[in-house]
């Protein structure tokens, strides 16, 4: 009612969030399907990561060769959690920032961000992002050299790429640097093969010798 003494007064409707660097599908799956396609081909995997993993990747490769982005990231999600299964090998730095664990149910008071303001929360999102991007990249090109695949001419954007976080934060400008390796990574880095359990055929039987 009109005037009640207890009622708390109307909050003013935030106005959204526009990210600082216009992101489109594409772009936003390609940045982690190609550093996954490095995860899935580390030595821990000796050359035929688990069908349970390869699945959700193909689903994304998928998905992003016919252009359904949406759809890629959708996989990638899941190949995210897969990642973080205890079953698997545990990933090393800084590929282990592809994991995503589910959290258990916790009070919102719990999350040290809680009542920041969104814009800043935004902020903080898109650096650790950046931040995670840099290590992939710099770790997908070093991994790629090491494994016959040449990617040493991306290393001077990579680098780039970090003076201009360290100087700049998250601009465009850090993005043309970074993406180009993630677009070489697809071209040129062999997308990993699925584990084939080859079952040993039994034995002929000896031919019987007849007697003459």
């Given amino acids: 009612m009109p005037g009640a003494p207890n009622r708390p007064p109307p909050k003013d409707p935030e106005a959204p969030v526009v990210p600082a660097i216009p992101e ?3 772009r936003l799956a390609l940045r982690r399907l190609a550093p996954s396609r490095v995860a899935l081909r580390l030595d821990q995997w000796k050359g035929a990561p688990n069908s349970d993993l390869l699945t959700p990747f193909d689903k ?8 359904d982005y949406v759809a890629a990231l959708q996989a990638l999600d899941q190949l995210s959690i897969r990642f973080a299964e205890p079953r698997w090998p545990t990933l090393p730095e800084p590929f282990k920032r592809l994991q995503v664990r589910i959290p258990p149910p916790m009070p919102p008071h719990w999350d040290p961000e809680h009542g920041m303001a969104v814009p800043e929360k935004e902020m903080r999102r898109a650096r650790r992002i950046a931040d995670d991007q840099l290590a992939l990249a710099r ?3 070093g991994w790629a050299n090491a494994h016959g695949t040449n990617l040493s001419s991306l290393a001077p ?10 100087s700049e934060g998250v601009v465009a400008g850090f993005y043309d640097r970074v993406d180009p390796v993630w677009l070489a990574v ?12 080859a079952r040993a055929a039994p034995a002929a039987a000896p031919e019987e010798v007849g007697e003459a």
């Fill in 60 to 67: 994304a490769e998928t998905a992003y060769i016919a252009g």
């Fill in 24 to 26: 489109t599908p594409e």
């Fill in 139 to 141: 770790a997908s090109v």
């Fill in 157 to 166: 954007r990579v680098e780039e790429a970090a003076a201009l976080l360290e």
């Fill in 186 to 197: 697809r071209e040129q880095v062999q997308r990993p093969a699925n584990a084939t359990v």
